[in-house]
């Protein structure tokens, strides 16, 4: 199984929390997809106590007039990245994604998050919260992208992080 698909169907509003760890362990791509005048807002907490390094993709495709509220929580040992991709298809789509991670001994976590507007009157927002201790490590990398013909496009990304002890380290960088 190469991905799981989530569809938010037309004119409806769902609230869904996706346990990550408990999806088949073959997947390699999470797809949520919002059709027109839809709202969700979705959970998606990482838990994982195995120590291996993992990757985890996350797609979200939203069409006209619908909104995207995503929170990913992430509690992980070992090395652990989150590849996120939010397409704003539609207009007057949004979507806020929202990252929260806690790395307490040598975890090593990296955050790649973009937002592409494809249609006017679009909104991103890319937010990322965390706590960093001992030895861990946390990158975020954020692109916002826009192309010449689209307008009224309103996006924004900030991260902070708390980094408690001298050998954690926490970068982010905007593309």
């Given at each position: ?52 390094e993992k990757t985890i993709k996350t797609n979200f495709t939203l069409k006209e007039n619908s909104n995207l509220n995503v929170i990913d929580i992430i509690i992980t040992e070992g090395i ?96």
């Amino acid at each position: 199984m190469s991905k799981v698909e989530f569809i938010i169907e037309e004119n409806t509003s769902e609230f869904k929390v996706i346990r990550v760890d408990e999806l088949p362990k073959d997947f390699k791509t999470l797809e949520i997809k919002l059709n027109k005048n839809s709202k969700a807002t979705i959970i998606l907490i990482h838990e994982s106590k195995d120590q291996l390094e993992k990757t985890i993709k996350t797609n979200f495709t939203l069409k006209e007039n619908s909104n995207l509220n995503v929170i990913d929580i992430i509690i992980t040992e070992g090395i652990f990245s989150l590849d996120q991709e939010i397409y704003l298809k539609g207009n007057n789509s949004s979507a806020k994604s929202t990252v929260i991670f806690f790395g307490s001994k040598d975890e090593e976590i990296t955050i790649k998050t973009k937002v592409w507007h494809h249609a006017d009157n679009t909104k991103g927002d890319l937010i990322c919260r965390g706590v960093l201790q001992e030895n861990s490590k946390a990158d975020f990398i954020a692109k916002i992208s826009v192309p010449k013909n689209i307008k009224n496009i309103e996006s924004h990304q900030n991260m902070k992080c708390l980094t408690q002890g001298d050998n954690t380290k926490c970068k982010a960088l905007p593309i």
